[in-house]
Each structure stands twice: as C-alpha cells, then as structure tokens.
C-alpha cells in the first residue's frame, strides 16, 4: 500500500479512536565490510589494505637480484648468519619471536608450564598458504616452521646486503614478515620469490601479495620485473 494511503488511514482510525500510532521506518541492512570485500585473508598486524599495497608496488625501486655472495646460513634453525642468531627476543616480552609468532597464529594455545606463559606446546593452525588445519606439537615442532614472507636470502639480493648487522637482525625477527606454515609449503617456497613461488591456497594470493609488498615498503627492497608484475597479478585478485 502507497505510504500516502498508510498516513490517511492513521489519521481516520486516531479521529475514531482517540489512539496514536508511531511511524518506525527500519535501517536499511548494512552492506558488507571493506576487509570482507577485499577477500584478504589472515595478515600479521600493519599489513597494507590491498588499494594502499598497489600504491605501495608502484613506488617500489625495481632491480634485478644482485648476487648472494657474503651471505651465509646455519646460525641455527637455518637463520642466515648475516641476519643473527634464530629467533631474538627483540621486542623483550620475555618470550623469542618464535614462540611470539604460534601465539599469534595458532588456536587452542597449551603453553609449558614455569616458562611464563611463553613456550608452546601445542595448538591448531589454520594454515594460510594451504587453507589446512594442522595440528601442532612440542614434539614434532618442525612440521610447524616459521616461514619469513619475504625471504632472507631474496632480501640479501634485494638489498639487505648494504644494511647493519641490527637492521638486518631487525628485520629476521620483524613479525611483520614471519607466519606460520607447514614443513611442506615452508621447504617449497624456500627462497622464492612472488614471480617463482604463490600458495597452494589461491585464495590467500591477495593476502600474501599484500604482506610481501607491506615487507618490502618497510624496508626499501626491490623487486625485479617479473617480481612486481607477479604482485601486480596478484594484487588484482583482491
């Protein structure tokens, strides 16, 4: 019924009837998010909304990988020497990077006891790079790597070979670039970069792109060509 002919109708039934009616116009549902309509997955903290990211990719220096030469591994965990020892505790909460990081990404957190709350034991991780949920424990820790998103060595040869020892140390422990993964997505994408390697997970290429290109802002690294066409590609998928 036109609301023309509501209000005439109110009006004779309050002259009849000596009652008042009160006129409530609903809100109109809300529409979705910006994070839900960007299709971003789970990002550590700081990362870039995909619109900044593709200013961000624009802005970046673009260079081809210069060589590896000077940079070693096997300062445990197979940290790169050049980058520190494995897993600082550089925000001095009392607990490594490495624990801090399982905290973040994983559910179900069980921590061991007379550590502070600090070292985990096991828990649940929704995977990113694979969409899987795997289980984690102390005990087979090592199918639980911590995968640094930009790479150490593509950020040797992007770059990181001109910092200091603590901006590169920095930079290993940054958890702006450090997720939780499993073994056989962690040994894939080795140190590929986003031209060589994605997830397995195509719906998590937008997420990745967004955190590779927040990584490589923050420091100043290049990306190669067929690097930032790669992001461009991705980035698109937002």
């Known amino acids: 019924m036109p609301r ?6 109110l009006a004779v039934l309050v002259a009849l009837t000596g009652c008042t ?23 550590p903290a700081g990362t870039l909304e995909p619109a900044a990211a593709v200013a961000a990719l624009a802005a970046l220096p673009v260079a081809e990988k210069t060589s590896l030469d000077g940079y070693e591994r096997g ?16 925000d001095r909460n009392g607990c490594d990077q490495r624990n801090d990081v399982l905290h973040r990404d994983l559910t179900e957190v069980q921590v061991r006891e007379g550590t502070h709350g ?4 096991a828990g649940l991780l929704d995977d990113p790079y694979t969409g899987e949920s795997v289980l984690f424990e102390k005990a087979t820790a090592a199918e639980v790597p911590i995968d640094h998103v930009v790479p150490l060595a593509a950020a040797w040869v992007q770059g990181a070979a001109e910092w200091s020892d603590d901006q590169r140390a920095a930079f290993a422990n940054d958890l ?24 397995s997970n195509a719906a998590y290429g937008c997420s990745y792109a967004t955190v590779v290109v927040t990584v490589k802002s923050t420091y100043a690294l ?9 992001l461009q590609g991705l980035l698109a998928t937002c």
């Open 21 to 43: 009616f009160e006129w409530e116009i609903a809100p109109a549902p809300a529409g979705p998010s910006p994070a839900a309509s960007v299709g971003q997955g789970d990002v």
């Open 222 to 230: 290049s990306v190669t060509p067929a690097e930032s066409q790669a």
């Open 176 to 199: 702006a670039n450090l997720m939780a993964t499993t073994r056989s997505e962690n040994s894939s994408k080795g140190d590929s970069t986003a031209d060589e390697w994605v997830p």
């Open 75 to 90: 300062c445990g965990a197979g940290e790169g020497c050049v980058f520190g020892p494995a897993w600082s505790d550089v």
């Open 118 to 121: 600090c070292v985990v034991i």
């Open 4 to 9: 023309s002919a509501v209000a005439v109708l």
